[in-house]
């Protein structure tokens, strides 16, 4: 069965900017502009690892994780990237937590293959306790809100693939970055 596109918000509203990925998706599903394409599910999964892994065998096409990601830019910074499962390496499972790597890398055991993936991540400024985003991150989730509707909207356009070799091929290309 396939589902369509999977946008998942990751992190914890406890943990300052670690509540990136939740606060994109509420204003994505609160957004008024355009509706998103049809197949489109928007979740906030917060910290519940288990649920997302669940809900994956599900058998979407494409799946957008959007987090905190510390990839060594300024604060703010917003980074999109391709994830295949050669980029995942491994990890141990926490069914009481969530660890984006360990859940993508644990799905087969779980009886489903990793879907087209895609990373909206922006770089945070602080991750201690706390709630809210510090002024930086809270400026750059407009512009990811916007990125996540356009390659939303890109998948939604590309359809499923047509062989499993071509989604195969298509996940595992390297990670592939673009920075704003």
Known sequence: MTRGVLVAGIGNLFLGDD????????????DPGAPLPGGVRVVDYGIRGMHLAYDLLDGYDALVLVDAYPGGGAPGELTVLEVGPDDLGAG??????MNPVSVLS??????????????????PADVEEGIGLSEAVAAAVPGAVAEVRALVRRLSAAGPASTPEAASTSASAA??????
């Open 92 to 97: 141990e499972f926490d069914a009481h937590g």
């Open 106 to 123: 644990n799905l087969g055991q779980l009886g489903g293959t990793l879907p087209l993936t895609h990373v909206v991540g922006c770089t």
């Open 19 to 30: 509540g990136f990925g939740p606060e994109v998706v509420r204003r994505l599903a609160a």
């Open 175 to 180: 990670a592939r970055t673009r920075r704003s």
